[in-house]
């Protein structure tokens, strides 16, 4: 069994992804985004050391308008609501946004999921409980069968 952050439900192979943070959330987005292809780019003043090391564009400073112009999915990772709160109103009625702080402002939410080679299994509670979707995960790849 693989757990594979964000399945391809959603093609994203050389699609412009932007995140706006570079703390553990925005780290957390980053790693899971990796496998999929996608182009990440993150804008925060700082970075984890983790995001640092990772293979992604970063652009260091505050948030601007301009750095989400061309994103199809744009992450708002800050611990600031004024700053989330920006960003979805800067946002183009193209592009899908989460706000990891204000699923009211979100235009998707993140899945927990088990994949194996002929199937995939998503889990969602539509952003009001994602440990609840972890929990869930763990029974079904506890289960021999699924």
Do not use: W
Request: hydrophobic share 35%.
């Amino acid at each position: 069994m693989t757990n594979v952050g964000y399945p391809v439900l959603l093609q994203l192979t050389n699609k412009k992804v932007a995140i706006i943070g570079g703390g553990k959330i925005a780290t957390k987005k980053a790693h899971n985004l990796l496998p999929t292809g996608a182009t990440i780019t993150v804008i925060a003043p700082t970075f984890t050391e983790e995001l640092q090391q990772m293979p992604v564009q970063r652009i260091t400073g505050n948030y601007e308008a301009s750095h989400i112009k061309d994103a199809l999915l744009i992450f708002c990772c800050t611990n600031d609501p004024k700053v989330n709160a920006q960003i979805t109103h800067d946002a183009l009625p193209h592009q899908l946004v989460n706000d990891c702080t204000d699923k009211s402002r979100s235009d998707f939410f993140n899945m927990a999921t088990v994949q194996k080679e002929d199937h995939l299994i998503a889990i969602s509670t539509h952003g009001s409980n994602p440990t609840r979707s972890k929990e869930i995960r763990r029974i079904i790849e506890r289960s021999a069968d699924f």
